[in-house]
């Protein structure tokens, strides 16, 4: 089984800044393999990212992924009021977790 | 236009069944495998299962394993998710997603809008 865990579980930013978000493998993933989302409060998540650094139709280029093995990142180049959301990484195709999500960050207006 | 509409809120009392229902539109049902996700309040995502409407083909989390049943009904493009008997952990928002690719298990998108079930005495 594949556990992801993502860090911070909290990050305090102001608009403007630059935001980087970890999603770290207990075992190797392949990068194809690895897809991150956006869920703001009572809405759906939203996918941002797929095959760790794609961007998802419609995503502002201010959103970006990279990593391979066991680290991921997400990173947010200039932070916007409306990106300040709870953010996850999922894995999938593994067995018998076809898809596992890490915990979340929260991304929070300082 | 690719959606999935999953059926309204519910609230039950423990002991009680449930099943759930999310329909899709705008896309050839039986092509693509059709998952499930749980988020428990104020917590985060985990995979309950998915299953391919063609054969009705199911895997399961091991964490879920024998305590939900999901089903389609082919005909008119639709899948279930069921409850024998609720337990208050049961409790939670559910929300129905696709995988990206034909035939493949990748990643979801897109999502139901979620159905929330409240399990309470």
């Known amino acids: 089984e594949i556990v992801l865990t993502q860090s911070p579980g909290t990050l305090s930013l102001s608009p403007g800044e630059r935001a980087t978000l970890s999603c770290r493998a207990s075992q190797s993933v392949s990068s194809i393999y690895l897809a991150w989302y956006q869920q703001k409060f009572g809405q759906a998540p939203r996918l941002l990212i797929y095959?760790?650094?794609s961007r998802a139709t419609g995503i502002p280029d201010r959103f970006s992924g990279s990593g391979s093995g066991t680290d991921f990142t997400l990173t947010i180049s200039r932070l916007e009021p409306e990106d300040f959301a709870v953010y996850y990484c999922?894995?999938?195709?593994?067995?018998?977790?076809?898809?596992?999500f890490g915990q979340g960050t929260k991304l929070e207006i300082k | 236009e690719v959606q999935l509409v999953q059926s309204g809120a519910e609230v039950k009392k423990p002991g009680e069944s449930l099943k759930i229902s999310c329909k899709a539109f705008?896309?050839?049902?039986?092509?693509?495998?059709i998952g499930w996700v749980r988020q428990m309040p104020g917590k985060g995502l985990e995979w309950v299962g998915i299953?391919?409407?063609?054969?009705?083909?199911?895997r399961y989390s091991p964490s879920f394993q024998g305590q939900v049943i999901i089903s389609v009904d082919k005909s008119i493009s639709t899948a279930y998710l069921q409850w024998s008997s609720l337990k208050a952990s049961d409790t939670a928002m559910y929300y129905c997603a696709r995988p990206r690719t034909t035939g493949a298990t990748d990643w979801f998108d897109p999502w139901g809008q979620g159905t929330l079930v409240t399990v309470s005495s």
């Open positions: 999922l894995q999938y195709g593994s067995s018998p977790f076809l898809y596992t």
């Open positions: 299953i391919w409407p063609d054969d009705s083909d199911t």
């Open positions: 095959g760790a650094s």
């Open positions: 705008g896309y050839s049902f039986t092509n693509y495998w």
